[in-house]
């Protein structure tokens, strides 16, 4: 293995390769022509790049750099520098960069807005408490996992095919703007909710030890691998065909976790029934809910709620939400609903509350309403 080497003397090179060896140190301070530099894996505890600006390609990983300057390498479009020390790293005169790889340092903070051209962002392993990516609208592959991500924004990366933030602190992610999405490798965050509905490229899907209580897969039609284990309270994963599923998929679940024929109800009209329950992705017309709060603490404003006869020992509260809530008698005209329909108060306040700011579309409709305390109705 080298430990030393002299190329000073070698100013018509325009590519050096010395990866793999045991050099503590390198002048290519007369190598002004070079286009690629790659020394990964050597000792080196600086590397001055200052007058290579033709450089391209620099790769120094797994070196025990504690900074690097490249500011001066305008034309650089690959630049690989992880598993160093390194604690700040500006690439902000690098505007042609398509590929930043620069894992496992010391980061706390990238800046990466002028790096439009990016389409490969690897940057896990940091330190990072936040990231903007709203302006590298190309980006195809991002690997932030292992850092201090408190939430994420994707919205804008509509190429991106696959995303790594796994370990980190998430406890929301939006995808649904990335439909080319491949790969989604969530697990370690706190999600407590994950809509891949949007990305029917899927076909790979690890979003295990996180909070998740349901999960459709029934609008992934070539997803063939997922693990969510670790997920206590998921009971049931959405998929078109449970069949081929278990025959085609590479399948992680815990004991606990079914595959479930269909896909999650989304409403706008939910229902509920004294026979239906209130697990995730319930409150359609087969699979309604059992109680009326938690229907409405489901739905979203302007949806509607039908309520099935029978009696509902409960204390409702519209909670700010500006929906309807009826009994049969709202669609089906049926006025034997109204004494059919029973919401029971317990004694315990009002039976239901009306109070947060609903506005005038919001309807309580065909019930009878019985022990409520104070009022059956209260407005505050």
């Given at each position: 293995?080298?430990?030393?080497?002299?190329?000073?003397?070698?100013?018509?090179?325009?590519?050096?390769?010395?990866?793999?060896?045991?050099?503590?140190?390198?002048?290519?301070?007369?190598?002004?022509?070079?286009?690629v530099?790659?020394?990964?894996?050597?000792d080196l505890?600086?590397?001055?790049v200052?007058?290579?600006?033709?450089?391209?390609?620099?790769?120094?990983?797994?070196?025990?750099?504690d900074s690097?300057?490249?500011?001066?390498?305008?034309?650089?479009?690959?630049?690989?520098?992880?598993?160093n020390?390194?604690?700040?790293?500006?690439?902000s005169?690098?505007?042609?960069?398509?590929?930043?790889?620069?894992?496992?340092?010391?980061?706390?903070?990238?800046?990466?807005s002028?790096?439009?051209?990016?389409?490969?962002?690897?940057?896990n392993?940091?330190?990072?408490t936040?990231?903007?990516?709203?302006?590298?609208?190309?980006?195809?592959?991002?690997?932030?996992?292992?850092?201090?991500?408190?939430?994420?924004?994707?919205?804008?990366?509509?190429?991106?095919?696959?995303?790594q933030?796994?370990?980190?602190p998430?406890?929301?992610?939006?995808?649904?703007?990335?439909?080319v999405?491949?790969?989604?490798?969530?697990?370690?965050?706190?999600?407590?909710?994950?809509?891949?509905?949007?990305?029917?490229?899927?076909?790979?899907?690890?979003?295990?030890?996180?909070?998740?209580?349901?999960?459709?897969?029934?609008?992934?039609?070539?997803v063939n691998?997922?693990?969510?284990?670790?997920?206590?309270?998921?009971?049931?994963?959405y998929?078109?065909?449970?069949?081929?599923?278990?025959?085609?998929?590479?399948?992680?679940?815990?004991?606990?976790?079914?595959?479930?024929?269909g896909?999650?109800?989304?409403?706008?009209?939910?229902?509920v029934?004294?026979?239906?329950s209130?697990?995730?992705?319930?409150?359609?017309?087969?699979?309604?809910?059992?109680?009326?709060?938690?229907?409405?603490?489901?739905?979203?404003?302007g949806?509607?709620?039908?309520?099935?006869p029978?009696?509902?020992?409960?204390?409702?509260?519209?909670?700010?939400?500006?929906?309807?809530?009826?009994?049969?008698?709202l669609?089906?005209n049926?006025?034997?609903?109204?004494?059919?329909?029973?919401?029971?108060?317990?004694?315990?306040?009002?039976?239901v509350?009306?109070?947060?700011?609903?506005?005038?579309?919001?309807?309580?409709?065909?019930?009878?309403?019985?022990?409520?305390?104070?009022?059956?109705?209260?407005?505050?």
């Open positions: 293995d080298l430990t030393a080497l002299d190329v000073s003397a070698n100013t018509a090179l325009t590519s050096l390769y010395g990866g793999n060896n045991d050099l503590t140190a390198l002048d290519v301070s007369n190598n002004t022509a070079l286009t530099l790659s020394f990964g894996n050597n505890t600086a590397l001055d200052s007058a290579n600006t033709a450089l391209t390609l620099l790769s120094c990983s797994q070196n025990q750099l690097l300057d490249v500011s001066a390498n305008t034309a650089l479009t690959h630049l690989y520098c992880g598993y020390q390194i604690t700040s790293l500006d690439v005169s690098n505007t042609v960069l398509g590929g930043l790889f620069c894992s496992w340092n010391q980061i706390t903070s990238l800046d990466v002028i790096n439009t051209a990016l389409t490969q962002l690897y940057c392993g940091n330190g990072l936040a990231l903007e990516v709203s302006s590298n609208t190309v980006l195809e592959g991002m690997l932030c996992a292992n850092n201090e991500l408190t939430s994420l924004d994707v919205s804008n990366n509509t190429a991106l095919e696959n995303l933030c796994y370990n980190n998430l406890d929301s992610l939006d995808v649904s703007n990335n439909t999405l491949e790969i989604l490798h969530c697990y370690g965050n706190q999600l407590t909710s994950l809509d891949v509905t949007s990305n029917t490229a899927l076909t790979q899907l690890n979003c295990n030890s996180n909070q998740l209580s349901v999960l459709d897969l029934s609008y992934n039609p070539v691998n997922i693990n969510t284990t670790n997920n206590d309270s998921l009971s049931c994963i998929v078109l065909d449970i069949e081929y599923a278990q025959a085609n998929w590479t399948i992680n679940i815990d004991e606990w976790t079914s595959l479930c024929q896909n999650v109800f989304s409403g706008p009209i939910w229902h029934s004294t026979l239906g209130d697990s995730p992705g319930g409150g359609s017309d087969e699979n309604p809910f059992a109680t009326i709060q938690h229907a409405i603490a489901s739905v979203d404003t949806d509607t709620i039908i309520v099935h029978g009696t509902y020992v409960e204390n409702v509260d519209f909670g700010g939400k500006s929906i309807v809530l009826g009994s049969n008698w669609f089906a049926d006025t034997t609903a109204v004494d059919s329909t029973i919401i029971d108060g317990n004694h315990s306040g009002p039976v509350t009306i109070s947060n700011g609903e506005d005038s579309t919001t309807a309580l409709i065909g019930f009878t309403l019985k022990n409520g305390s104070g009022a059956a109705i209260g407005n505050y």
